[in-house]
T-cell receptor
């Protein structure tokens, strides 16, 4: 969905480096999410945020941190990257006021940790 | 959190109708059933959502029996472009309150 953008789209980094993945949305949604997807597996929730003052851990938050800088921006940081964090990362948004809340996903960031 | 079970993979020929069933035995009263489609290297895309009986849109139909312990996504007359992974999710209208997981989904392959 073009309304949800992620930068960078691809990133190669080395073990121990700190990196940040950024997500921006123009949908005006309060809720934002970060997922990771490993090859052949489904998506797993890392963190989610209901609004700029709300941050919640998901299923696999260890090794990650997030920052909700504004309604439109939600960043994911890997403080000290490790190889098993190599994955495809997706940001998503949703509107809790919608009758049927669904999630809108960005194009993904492919991360390789060497 | 209601757990879902889907077939890992399915194959079908072009032009056929494809039905993918999802089991969710411990679905809660306020849970909706939502299906997403994911193409390689893209984020999942919403297909259809329902609460009970039948829902139809321009892409698919969703059949939900009275006990709501399962649901079936129906794709009419599939084409090669329907090759994707399909995820069944069960959750309340307040998805953000749950540790939502997409599971492994069903990998649908359409054969020419």
């Amino acid at each position: 969905d073009a309304d949800v953008t992620q930068t960078p789209r691809n990133r190669i980094t080395k073990t121990g480096k700190r990196i940040m993945l950024e997500c921006s949305q123009t949908k005006g949604h309060d809720r934002m999410y970060w997922y990771r997807q490993d090859p052949g597996l489904g998506l797993r929730l890392i963190y989610y945020s209901f609004d700029v003052k709300d941050i919640n851990k998901g299923e696999i938050s260890d090794g990650y941190s997030v920052s909700r800088q504004a309604q439109a921006k939600f960043s994911l940081s890997l403080e000290s990257a490790i190889p098993n964090q190599t994955a495809l990362y997706f940001c998503a948004t949703s509107d809790p006021t919608a009758i049927q809340e669904t999630q809108y996903f960005g194009p993904g960031t492919r991360l390789l940790v060497l | 959190l209601a757990k879902t079970t889907q077939p890992i993979s399915m194959d079908s020929y072009e032009g056929q109708e494809v039905n993918i069933t999802c089991s969710h035995n411990n679905i809660a009263t306020n849970d909706y059933i939502t299906w997403y489609q994911q193409f390689p290297s893209q984020g999942p895309r919403f297909i259809i959502q329902g609460y009970k009986t039948k829902v139809t849109n321009e892409v698919a139909s969703l059949f939900i029996p009275a006990d709501r312990k399962s649901s079936t996504l129906s794709l009419p007359r599939v084409s090669l472009s329907d090759t994707a992974v399909y995820y069944c999710l069960v959750g309340g209208s307040n998805f953000g309150n749950e540790k939502l997981t997409f599971g492994t989904g069903t990998r649908l392959t359409i054969i020419p």
